[in-house]
Each structure stands twice: as structure tokens, then as C-alpha cells.
């Protein structure tokens, strides 16, 4: 069972990991605003449980493991922030009230709570039960029932095997940085967040 406490540096590291910067014992100090003996300590006990390792010049390095809590962790930290911000609470309330509460989100919660702030303000003419592509989580499959767009959108979609009908499994989701990775007729893909948001799909139960 993984404390709160190791939850909270999992998801510092995979932060620091997300920004492409060297992470020492210092940046995650800084990061988590504790002492550096303190994270010192907590960095020890992650490398004993199996969740990093020390690397020479690279610094903490996530093992597969550790990567995964992390990723978990900061995955809801960012859905409860943002659905908390639709509540209209400011910035930094919804970041410290999700801090609290990432901890205890059941996955289906989770999935709930990020279609409820995906579903908002959708155009007309999405079919019904249809939710934007960026509306799935890593490893949820759905169908494309409608591809919005130019000309060029549409055809570049095309291209990639995109087309009504499809079926798309999320490989990484909008949440992270970067563009969603997705496995599409057994081929992975990078898609941007902005022409992902024009593929509205049907999730599968």
C-alpha cells in the first residue's frame, strides 16, 4: 500500500520527469517545499521500495513502477483540478483542494468527473453519447462518430486511418504534455490536443 506521503513525491517526480528537467534531491525539495534531509530520507525509501533509482549525471530516475503511481497521482490531481474549476473555484483553491482529495479518487470517479468537464459546451450536431476524444483516459477505447474541422483537418485524419467508424484506444491522454498517443488499426499515432478535440468518439463501455 503506497502512503499519501510517497503519492505526493511520485507525482513531484513525474512532474519534474513531464518538464524534461534533471531531477535531483534539491529540485525536489524545492518542488514539494521540504528540507533537503527530508526529501533526502523520503528518496531513500522510494529507491528501497522499488520506486526509483539513483543514476550517475542523470540524477532520480522513475523506475516503471514508480513512474506508474506517479503518473496515476497526477492524472487525478489534474481532472479534480479542473472539474474544481468549473465549480468557479479560483486557480490556487482548486490546486490545493485537489491535493487533498487526489489521493482518494476512485478510478471510475475519476473517468466520471473528466467526461462531465469534457462534455461541456459541446457544438451542435455531435451525436448523441459522443464525447471529444480528449474526453478519454489512458488505456479507454472509443469510437469516432464525427470528425469536425476544415478541408485539411479532416483530411489529415484521413490519413492517419482516422475516419467515422474507427475504433481509437488512448495511449496517452490530453492531461500530460505534448500530443495524445493513440493505437489506431494497430498502429500508434500522435495526435495534437487542438485537432483531438475535433474527433468526437463513443466511448465503449
Known amino acids: ?6 503519492e505526493e513525491y511520485l507525482e513531484a ?7 524534461g528537467v534533471r531531477i535531483t534531491t534539491g529540485r525536489v525539495a524545492k518542488e514539494l517545499g521540504v528540507t533537503p534531509p527530508s526529501a533526502t530520507s523520503m528518496l531513500k525509501k522510494l529507491a528501497r521500495e ?22 496515476n497521482i497526477l492524472r487525478k490531481h489534474r481532472v479534480m483540478e479542473r472539474f474544481l474549476s468549473t465549480l468557479g473555484l479560483s486557480p490556487s483553491q ?15 470517479v475519476e473517468v466520471a468527473l473528466h467526461r462531465q468537464v469534457e462534455s461541456q459546451n459541446l457544438p451542435e450536431g455531435v451525436p448523441e453519447g ?3 476524444l480528449t474526453a478519454l483516459l489512458e ?21 492517419l486511418g482516422i475516419l467515422p467508424g474507427t475504433e481509437v484506444e488512448v495511449l496517452k491522454s490530453a492531461l500530460f504534455r505534448g500530443p495524445l498517443m493513440l493505437k489506431v488499426r494497430g498502429t500508434t499515432l500522435a495526435v495534437g490536443k487542438g485537432l483531438a478535440s475535433r474527433i468526437f468518439v463513443k466511448p465503449s463501455v
Open 1 to 6: 500500500m503506497v502512503t499519501e506521503s510517497s
Open 13 to 19: 517526480l513525474y512532474r519534474l520527469k513531464e518538464r
Open 50 to 71: 522499488g520506486y526509483l533509482r539513483h543514476q550517475p549525471y542523470r540524477g532520480v530516475v522513475l523506475t516503471r513502477k514508480g513512474e506508474r503511481v506517479g503518473k
Open 94 to 108: 482548486a490546486h490545493r483542494k485537489a491535493c487533498e482529495l487526489e489521493h482518494h479518487i476512485p478510478d471510475e
Open 130 to 132: 459522443s464525447l471529444p
Open 139 to 159: 488505456g479507454q477505447k472509443g469510437t469516432v462518430s464525427l470528425l469536425l474541422g476544415g478541408g485539411s483537418s479532416c483530411r489529415r485524419l484521413a490519413e
